[in-house]
């Protein structure tokens, strides 16, 4: 009895580091080819809830669905062999490596010869890097090694893509790059996605529905422009 409509379905999810609880009985759920965005103070448990579905972290009580599964027990691999990919937060793409030997890393165990070659092309069109194929990943901009990692995500043909703080540090052009990127596969792939961001006129440009995350508890979902304008999500922002 585990179907459930939604594509993503977390139910009572609970994590605890030692005797602190950075997950605390969450419900969250993401519907085929959503984009949702996850936003929520420092240290509100946004990685850790994303790292929970990864697989990175293990849950300590409740479970993760996803397409009517219960996934809760499998290993990383098999729940990125299920569809799910994630962007984390720290960068890791290789500076010695041009884009497109980097492009090529997240599928070589899945793929190879002409397949190979044509996921690696639609890895760097999905990334916005087409003509940069032979430059060093360290010669691009921080947005831009941005924007590779995530075309890298999606070259495993996820059906839900996690990305955590994709923009950080990034300034409004490249921004909107990764908008662009984002809203495109969201789109035109159909990829289902949960974004991490505090930037809220960032969130309003790809998202309607957002989550806020508090203390590790779901605080409140709706449409961002609602979310923005509560004066309990403002209060929980200046950590009052
Ligand atoms: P956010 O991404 O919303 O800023 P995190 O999910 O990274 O928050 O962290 C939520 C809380 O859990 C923080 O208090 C953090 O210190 C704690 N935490 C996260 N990961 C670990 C870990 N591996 N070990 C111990 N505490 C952790
Ligand atoms: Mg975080």
């Known amino acids: 009895g585990d179907r459930t409509d939604t594509l ?8 605890r580091f030692g005797g602190f609880t950075a997950t605390d009985d969450v419900d969250f759920g993401v519907a085929e080819g959503e984009l949702r965005c996850l936003i929520g103070p420092n240290g509100a448990g946004k990685s850790t809830l994303l790292k929970l579905v990864t697989g990175t ?15 809760t027990d499998l290993e990383p691999h098999e729940r990125v062999q ?10 890791s793409v290789y ?9 090529r890393l997240p599928i070589q165990r899945f793929a190879d010869g002409a397949e190979r070659r ?14 940069y194929e032979h ?20 070259s495993l043909e996820p059906d839900l893509l996690l990305l955590d ?9 490249e921004r909107e790059a990764i908008a662009e990127r984002v809203t495109r596969l969201n789109e035109e792939e159909g990829i289902a996605f949960v ?25 409140l979902e709706g449409p961002i422009d609602e979310v923005k304008a509560d004066p309990a999500v403002q209060r929980i922002y200046l950590g009052e």
């Not at 993503?8 to 994590?15: M, N, P, R």
């Not at 309607?208 to 995350?213: A, P």
């Open 135 to 154: 430059v060093d990943a360290s010669a691009l901009s921080h947005g831009q090694q941005q924007q590779l990692e995530i075309g890298m995500a999606a």
């Open 8 to 15: 993503l379905q977390t139910d009572g999810l609970v994590k």
């Open 118 to 131: 044509e996921r690696v092309d639609r890895a760097i069109e999905a990334a916005g890097l087409t003509g």
């Open 165 to 173: 703080e994709p923009v950080a540090g990034l300034d409004v052009a």
């Open 82 to 91: 299920r569809g799910i990919s994630m962007k984390f937060q720290v960068p």
């Open 195 to 219: 974004v991490i961001e505090h930037d809220t006129d960032f969130v309003a440009s790809i998202a309607d529905e957002v989550t806020v995350l508090h203390n590790g508890e779901i605080f």
């Open 57 to 71: 972290y293990e849950a300590s009580e409740g479970h993760i669905y996803y397409d009517g599964h219960d996934i």
């Open 95 to 103: 500076g010695d490596l041009s884009v497109r030997e980097n492009a």
